[in-house]
């Protein structure tokens, strides 16, 4: 029964190194939101009408994304709840310039002339809105934005796996040249 253990105990370590090593490479996804109407109105931000989906386990995981799009007179932003909560209190104009390109307290934003090497975002925790405007007079027309995210296991998870896999390899390990007298 006791090599029973230690064989489990070398299975389990070798599984949990492999995890660790799949979860440091990481995982990518990748989507296209198409013909997204033009903003209604010159620099002023418009909002998804949902937030964007929360950070699972931000102790766990790193999360990074990516978006470009395919107009040189819009640029994009990610806001926090309390910035999303300010622009919604304030009013519908640009004129006054409240929650406008160069008003935006944005944790993300991108500028036109980013629109093909596109806005990185570190995804945090917290509720965050996706937001977009156009600089100068609004055009007609639709927007589409492509994004990718990468998440990979954060490097202190990575570190307890790798620790407690090495420990149960150590402890699985075959022991050669043990023998019992009979």
Do not use: K
Request: charged share 15%.
């Amino acid at each position: 029964m006791g090599r029973g253990r230690h064989n489990i105990a070398l299975a389990v370590g070798i599984v949990l190194l492999l995890l660790a090593g799949l979860g440091r490479v990481g995982y990518t996804t990748e989507g296209v939101l198409a013909d997204i109407p033009a903003p209604p109105s010159a620099d002023r931000v418009v909002f998804a009408s949902d937030p964007l989906p929360e950070h699972p386990a931000p102790a766990l995981f790193d999360v990074e994304a990516t978006v470009t799009w395919d107009r040189d007179d819009v640029w994009v932003a990610v806001v926090d709840q309390a910035e999303y909560t300010r622009c919604q209190d304030a009013p519908a104009s640009s004129f006054f310039g409240i929650c406008t390109s160069n008003d935006l307290n944005a944790v993300a934003m991108g500028t036109p002339d980013q629109a093909e090497e596109g806005m990185q975002w570190t995804v945090s925790e917290g509720v965050h809105w996706a937001g977009y405007g156009t600089v100068g007079a609004p055009a007609d027309g639709t927007l589409d934005l492509e994004w990718t995210v990468h998440a990979q296991l954060d490097g202190a998870p990575t570190a307890l796996l790798l620790l407690v896999a090495a420990g149960l390899i150590v402890f699985g390990r075959p022991r050669f040249g043990h023998s019992t007298s009979s």
